[in-house]
């Protein structure tokens, strides 16, 4: 009986235009000035706006979004979480977003369904298996978990791959983090931009910045198309078009955006509980919940700012997919799309000071953006709200595309290059 209600209850507020529910966050007109704005009302730009409340204490602040909260990379992604990368500072960074992953349904009091179904990444021969095996031993000094498998312990694990010897590439073991998993994308924006406005914070949406405002060399606001809002310090988390707001402040950042494609298929029944990455084939995929098959690749090597693929990278990703499980053959895509991806040259994100006084960063995040965003949202928050780096921000500071020293990821991030 409460189960029929409560359907009933969903599909009488649907025709009411849902006037009958609260909202889940606030819809204010900007006032004139913060203490503090937040450009992007992404995963990253709320999880800002939301650590800013709970870590500093800071609730003058606005989130300023040009579309709908979720509506960038936040919502076109394959949710994918892990930390097995290969440098420290690397495993520092996405160890605790994961971990903090960890307990974000709990923290937000929000069900994010991160689910820690484990992660996969094949390997195909002699050597690939003798780098798995160092990849391993230096994630595991690094402090995350990772193991080395077998072709029989895969095999157990995943039994629909492709495990006959005459495959065109043979699956001879995987590295395998066991922590590793996936989360439900809208619900980590909705979950963040629920706590950000509890606390006190104003989401401010269909918002577009235009320009910042500039005093004595200073970033003291920005004029948007609500007219111009002032602030203390201001903060910028907009994924692909991180080089667009940079130079609005003169800046030009050692970034380029491309389109990243992913594919969701039917619902079928379960075939497979954890995430297989192939990084020979390109491909990686994994199961949702409601039973579709989430599918992903390598980026489309032509920069653009379009959310949308193109054919030749669709058919390489697909490939690769019917080569890892050829029982997928037959299975029907439903939908696919792409978000746009900032890619450094080292392939890791820029954390820190823009080097215009009064503007920082978090960007350049590449494919790695979903798995990142507490962490990014954490490291921002302190860099805003102290004018200083934290410990595990300081390696990305973009200063080290001067010094030299770069923390080159392109493998651990599944770029295609």
């Given at each position: 009986m409460t189960s029929h209600y409560s359907a009933f209850s969903v599909f009488r507020e649907g025709l009411r235009g849902q006037r009958g529910w609260a909202k889940a966050w606030n819809d204010p007109t900007p006032k004139r000035s913060y203490d503090v704005i937040v450009v992007g009302g992404?995963?990253?730009?709320?999880?800002?706006?939301?650590?800013?409340?709970?870590?500093?204490?800071?609730t003058n602040v606005a989130v300023i979004e040009k579309g709908w909260l979720g509506g960038g990379n936040t919502g076109r992604n394959t949710t994918v979480i892990r930390s097995n990368y290969y440098y420290p500072e690397s495993t520092a960074l996405y160890d605790f977003a994961l971990r903090l992953y960890e307990g974000l349904s709990r923290d937000l009091n929000f069900n994010v369904m991160f689910s820690q179904r484990g992660m996969l990444v094949l390997h195909h021969s002699e050597p690939e298996a003798e780098m798995a095996a160092r990849n391993v031993n230096a994630m595991q000094l690094n402090g995350a978990d990772a193991e080395l498998l077998t072709a029989e312990e895969v095999r157990a694990r995943a039994p629909l791959l492709n495990f006959s010897p005459d495959a065109r590439y043979p699956i001879h073991g995987a590295t395998w983090q066991k922590r590793a998993g996936t989360g439900r994308h809208d619900a980590v924006a909705w979950g963040f931009a629920r706590a950000a406005s509890k606390a006190g914070v104003d989401i401010i949406q269909n918002c577009e910045v235009t320009d910042f405002i500039m005093e004595a060399g200073k970033v003291v606001g920005v004029n948007t198309t609500k007219g111009e809002i002032r602030a203390g310090v201001v903060g910028a988390a907009v994924a692909g078009h991180s080089s667009t707001i940079a130079r609005m402040a003169g800046l030009s950042l050692p970034i380029t955006s491309y389109a990243l494609q992913a594919f969701v298929s039917e619902a079928v029944k379960p075939v497979i509980d954890t995430v297989a990455f192939s990084p020979a084939y390109g491909t990686y995929f994994s199961q949702s919940d409601k039973?579709?098959?989430?599918?992903?690749?390598?980026?489309?090597?032509?920069?653009?700012?379009?959310?949308?693929?193109?054919?030749?990278?669709?058919?390489?990703?697909?490939?690769?997919?019917?080569?890892?499980?050829?029982?997928?053959?037959?299975?029907?895509?439903?939908?696919?799309?792409?978000?746009?991806?900032?890619?450094?040259?080292?392939?890791?994100?820029?954390?820190?000071?823009?080097?215009?006084?009064?503007?920082?960063?978090?960007c350049g995040w590449g494919t790695g953006g979903f798995k990142a965003i507490p962490a990014g949202g954490w490291l921002l928050a302190h860099l805003l709200a102290t004018g200083e780096h934290h410990e595990i921000s300081r390696p990305f500071d973009r200063r080290r595309f001067i010094t030299g020293r770069l923390i080159d990821e392109a493998a651990a991030s599944g770029i295609a290059h």
């Open positions: 992404g995963g990253h730009g709320l999880a800002t706006a939301y650590y800013l409340a709970r870590n500093h204490g800071l039973g579709g098959l989430v599918i992903g690749g390598g980026l489309d090597r032509v920069p653009s700012y379009g959310q949308r693929g193109n054919l030749p990278m669709q058919e390489a990703v697909l490939a690769g997919l019917v080569e890892m499980a050829p029982m997928l053959a037959k299975v029907k895509l439903l939908r696919h799309w792409a978000g746009i991806v900032d890619v450094t040259p080292d392939s890791s994100p820029i954390i820190g000071p823009s080097g215009v006084d009064g503007l920082y960063l978090n």
